[in-house]
């Protein structure tokens, strides 16, 4: 096996797009190691290599450990890392971006600097959410009270159409088993949910913190991203598996949810999601091709190439 030292880092262009990768791996009771470009997965019935490029998030349940040199491959490759609890009800993430440009991040910071424009973004959201609406106009306060009635009409139409019991969200944080089986389901997809927002939010560049719906938390646009596929993905996979069965309600969600995840191709979707709600005009998709590129600041809005000593007059 060669060592940390002697590989150098992969480039972006080397890298699997995220919109092609596997929405979420979930490991648990295991050994993770490294073996080239894969890493592998020992438990009771053997090893298992997975290609590091292939993984959006790697969810590591209870019981597993994971060496050095397999979190160097994941970072290398822009792979989210979270470790989950016994039913994913809490996780923490990293990994690296797949672009090394940074236009997508500007583009958010001066989207959401500007409360017009960070308004604009959230109306935008909601359209994105619920397109038979308009809500051109709306206030803060209006879109949030309009998202409340929508999604407990989500909620009872769900109930209705599967025949399972509905009684309200109860939820209590840390405490997976403290709501019924449908209640266990939509928490167990939710937090599926924000993993994979979180690892596509990173691998593009963006800041998890800097939300336009969301506020004050360091994932606060992460959950702005999840949110967005809530009533027609994460839900209604949480009744269908609720309706099922009570039995092994987080296991079944997450696989459930991986399947819909495939079938929708929703990273792609969630990608130019991303890309429609903070660049609508195409120009970070394409700074985001180029090779590496470091430049500096100059006045009047101007950038310089980096590298260079402007010690001496200046050319520009």
């Known amino acids: ?12 262009r080397e890298l699997t797009r995220v919109s092609d990768r596997s929405s979420f791996v979930y490991l648990e009771r295991c050994t993770i190691h490294r073996d080239a470009n894969a890493i592998t ?6 090893t298992t290599h997975i290609p590091s490029a292939t993984i959006g998030t790697l969810l590591l349940g209870p019981g597993t450990r994971i060496t050095h040199q397999a979190m160097s491959v994941l970072g290398e490759t822009g792979a989210g890392v979270a470790w989950v609890g016994e039913h994913g009800v809490r996780y923490y993430a990293g990994g690296r971006a797949l672009s090394r440009s940074a236009a997508l991040a500007e583009a958010q910071a001066t989207q959401w600097a500007n409360r ?8 935008a959201m909601y359209r994105c ?4 609406e308009d809500p051109s106009g709306l206030t803060r306060q209006e879109l949030l009270g309009r998202e409340g009635r929508r999604m407990k009409d989500c909620y009872r139409a769900q109930a209705q159409r599967t025949g399972v019991s509905w009684n309200g969200r109860r939820y209590t944080p840390g405490d997976f088993t403290s709501g019924d089986a449908v209640n266990q389901a939509i928490t167990a997809a939710a937090q599926a949910m924000y993993g994979v927002a979180h ?3 990173s691998a593009l560049g963006c800041s998890p913190a800097l ?3 969301h506020s ?8 702005d991203i999840a949110d967005l596929y809530k009533t027609e993905v994460g839900i209604p996979v949480a009744f269908d598996v609720a309706a099922e069965s009570p039995e092994d309600v987080g296991p079944r969600t997450r696989r459930a949810l991986r399947d819909q995840i495939h079938h929708l191709r929703l990273l792609d979707r969630i990608v130019a999601d991303i890309h429609n709600l903070l660049a609508p005009d ?3 998709s394409k700074a985001s091709d180029d090779p590496d590129v470091v430049r500096l600041h100059t006045d009047h809005d101007q950038r310089v190439a980096a590298g260079v000593n402007y010690a001496l007059e200046a050319s520009w």
């Open 199 to 201: 690892a596509v939010v």
């Open 41 to 46: 997965v020992e438990d009771a019935d053997g």
């Open 1 to 12: 096996m060669s060592t940390i030292g002697s590989r150098r880092a992969s480039s972006p």
């Open 282 to 284: 195409g120009s970070a």
């Open 216 to 223: 004050g938390h360091e994932m606060s646009f992460v959950l």
């Open 211 to 213: 939300g336009f719906v």
């Open 116 to 123: 017009r424009s960070r308004l604009e973004v959230a109306r």
């Open 129 to 132: 959410r619920f397109p038979d």
